[in-house]
């Protein structure tokens, strides 16, 4: 039986894999990365530890602390981490059924005031109607971020890319995200700064080295060990030791620059054409049976966006979500399914098929 993975790196080709995991980079390396993002994105880059880290480093250096910053009511727990930690007040705007992603109409619900930026996500890779969140952030006063964790190289309907409208743009390359290195991330500033931002220097700390150059290969391992069902005892033991982390548990840290061969691969993933959109979803009637029934049949669609409005679960009570502000987003966060992009629609058939009995 052939399986398929959402997760555990299964995207990474085993020449991937190996380039990976025996990667070297250099400084100059880090330095190119930096070039190529100014150019590409217009702005000054910096190199940070992971997405969350940029998206902070954004937040307090371009606005006022106690602002209150718009983000799409269904996202993960980094975002508002990033927001918390920047000293500011994450506020969830519902989303759409469509294409996941906030509304006009929903972004005005949550505007106050105090509220100074919007945060837009292109969910999955589904773009945002870009242009009349930039004529209503503009009339409105609000400074636009684009995080790109989900969608670098992605087009906006009017043709511009998305990084290339807002103040701010945040990439992510921590995993499964559309550029993957297992972790790192970037920040270009759009907009002109009094004091120019300083990049974070202090380099990667060696137990989070180890688990960004291992991840693709003690991935491989876990879904190589399926067919005799150790592969989930593997990454349970695997965690234990911590050999690999949960990606919601890499730390924000505004003091560390990412791996230098992790810089190297994300240049050329970016220099590459873009895999959009980065999963399909489908809303289903009890997801849990049919998770169950996938994977009987070799498909292990768990590690889905999201499990919660904000996910993961183990992080969902911190952060007091409203789930009466955010129906939809509550709604879809139960019913929602990803299916991967990186196998042959013929490889995902009988995967399809099964989905199809569940679809609502
Ligand atoms: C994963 C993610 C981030 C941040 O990623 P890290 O590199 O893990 O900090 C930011 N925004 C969204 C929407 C994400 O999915």
Redesign the pocket.
């Given at each position: 039986m052939g399986y398929c993975f959402l997760g555990q790196a299964a995207h990474y080709s085993r020449h991937e894999r190996l380039a990976h995991t025996f990667a070297v980079g250099r400084k100059k390396d880090a330095k190119n990365l930096t070039e190529y993002l100014e150019k590409r994105y217009s702005g000054t880059a910096i190199l940070t530890?992971?997405?969350?880290?940029?998206?902070c480093l954004a937040l307090k250096n371009l606005l006022p602390k106690g602002s209150e910053v718009i983000a799409?009511g269904f996202?993960?727990y980094?975002?508002y981490e990033?927001v918390k930690t920047a000293g500011m007040t994450p506020v969830f705007a519902d989303i759409n059924k469509e294409d996941l992603n906030f509304t006009i109409e929903s972004i005005k619900k949550v505007l106050t005031k105090n509220t100074k930026a919007i945060i837009i996500?292109n969910?999955l890779g589904n773009p945002v109607n870009i242009v009349a969140i930039e004529k209503f952030a503009k009339d409105n006063g609000l400074m636009i971020i684009e995080?790109l964790?989900?969608c670098a190289g992605l087009k906006y309907a009017d043709g511009r890319e998305a990084g290339t409208v807002g103040a701010a743009t945040?990439l992510?390359?921590?995993?499964?995200?559309s550029i993957d290195t297992i972790?790192?991330?970037a920040l270009i500033v759009r907009t002109p700064v009094e004091t120019p931002i300083a990049a974070p220097s202090k380099a990667p700390k060696f137990a989070d080295t180890f688990r960004t150059r291992f991840y693709p290969l003690i991935a491989g391992i876990s879904r190589g060990l399926q067919h005799i069902k150790l592969g989930g005892p593997w990454l349970k033991l695997m965690l234990k030791l911590h050999f690999i982390e949960r990606?919601?548990d890499?730390k924000?840290d505004l003091t560390r620059r990412p791996n230098r061969f992790a810089a190297k691969l994300a240049l050329k993933q970016l220099q590459s054409t873009s895999k959009m959109p980065l999963r399909k979803f489908a809303l289903v009637n009890n997801r849990a049976e049919l998770l169950n029934k996938l994977k009987k049949q070799g498909f292990y669609f768990d590690g889905f966006?999201y499990e919660r409005p904000i996910s993961p679960e183990r992080y969902y009570k911190k952060v007091k979500f409203d789930e009466s502000a955010c129906p939809v987003a509550t709604e879809v966060a139960a019913s929602i399914i990803n299916i991967p992009t990186h196998y042959s629609s013929e490889k995902l058939q009988p995967a399809i098929k099964l989905i199809k009995e569940y679809i609502r």
């Open positions: 530890k992971n997405g969350r880290s940029a998206l799409n996202t993960c980094a975002v990033a996500q969910t995080d964790a989900h945040v992510s390359f921590g995993k499964d995200k972790s790192g991330g990606s919601a890499n924000l966006w």
